[in-house]
Structures are given as C-alpha cells and as structure tokens.
C-alpha cells in the first residue's frame, strides 16, 4: 500500500492512523502526534495553492474563514476538524473533513479537485462517506451514524451535489450562512445521510451545530 504521490507524501505513518484503499480510492488522515505531522507544512501550503489556482477558495470556505497559506494550516491543525486527505488511482483528488461532532453524527464537507469534477468526483465522494460509515472504534462500535451537510443555497452546483450523493434535504434556513465574497447573508440548506437508511432519524437541533 502506498502513500499518495508528491507533493502529498508522508513524512511519517503513525502506526495507528486510518489508512484505507477502496477500490483504487486512498484515504489517508492529517495526523499529529506530539507536534510531529505526518502532512508537512509545505506540503498543506501546496494543496492550498491549488485550490487557489482553481479558484475554488471561496466556494469552499465561503464563510471567509480561509483566505491564504496561514488560515489553511490553521484549519488543518484546529482539533475540532478531522481532515482526510484523498487520492485516486495515485492521483490526488482533494481532500474532506468531518466537524460539529455530536454522539455519533458530525457535519462533512469536501473539496475535490477540478480534474475529478463531474461524475468522477460524485463516486469519489461516495466512497468516501462508505469508508466514514465502516469506520469502528476500538469497541466494534460504528463511530458514525448520520453525516450531515449545511449548504449555502446559492450555490446551486454543491446542492445538487449532495442531493446525487443520496443525502436528504431537511429544510432550509433564510439567512442563516455568512458569504464573504458577496459580503452579504445567504440560506441555508440542511441535509444528511444515515448510515442505517432503515433507521428514523432522530430529531435534532440543527441550529445547536451551527456556530
């Protein structure tokens, strides 16, 4: 099993970080232990620097919270994010992260590179929330139940998106996301997908994961 190709190579493989091959598709953690990364600096600052050659940056981050190298590494490192870096057939694909965990569910959001777009990056990103959802604690416990997602409405391109990747709309919330390049507030469009689809989900307070 090999590590992702340059300039994503790991510097170090700790000998408990998730590493996962599904059907040519790697799945490889940001991991830090004791100060000691296994994705350098340089190498997070790159993958920065493509997604603002793709000028993708905006769409991703669009509250404004990622604006260059610095804010990047910040949101890699912050602990309440779990990244997950991804490649495909040996090619990197992007990457994506789980947050506002609660019990057993957590918010997902990815950027997948201009290269994948299309139905490419709509099987990456499937398989991508199959290996979430086979994920086991210590215990044989799945560690997630529902991925959820929080979509600002207009873009109508990522609500499409998540709608092909089985999620489910749950409503819609006027005013409730931050857009930084319009400088103005935008919906918001609530999703999920549950890993036991037979399952009722659970009522939950959404607004509780937004802040």
């Not at 408990?16 to 350098?40: C, E, H, R, W």
């Not at 918010?107 to 139905?119: T, V």
Request: proline share 3%; aromatic share 14%.
């Amino acid at each position: 099993m090999h590590a992702m190709n340059s300039p994503l190579q790991l510097t170090q493989q700790p000998s408990n970080a998730v590493y996962q091959m599904l059907n040519g598709l790697s799945i490889v953690p940001f991991y830090d232990k004791d100060g000691t990364p296994n994705f350098s600096d340089n190498s997070l600052a790159q993958v920065f620097r493509r997604i603002v050659r793709e000028e993708s940056v905006a769409k991703i981050f669009y509250d404004g919270s990622v604006r260059n190298s610095a804010d990047f590494l910040r949101f890699v490192r912050n602990r309440e994010n779990e990244i997950f870096f991804v490649a495909n057939d040996g090619r990197e694909a992007g990457f994506f992260w789980l947050n506002r965990f609660r019990s057993k569910a957590a918010f997902i959001a990815y950027c997948l590179y201009k290269d994948f777009w299309g139905d490419e990056a709509l099987l990456i990103s499937r398989k991508c929330i199959e290996f979430l959802f086979a994920r086991k604690d210590v215990h044989g416990e799945h560690r997630i139940d529902v991925l959820l997602g929080l979509t600002p409405a207009n873009n109508k391109l990522a609500v499409k998106f998540l709608l092909k990747n089985g999620m489910t709309v749950s409503g819609k919330v006027p005013g409730l996301l931050y857009d930084a390049s319009a400088e103005a507030t935008v919906d918001g469009i609530f999703s999920y997908i549950q890993r036991n689809k037979s399952a009722s989900l659970l009522k939950m307070p959404f607004i509780f994961f937004v802040h």
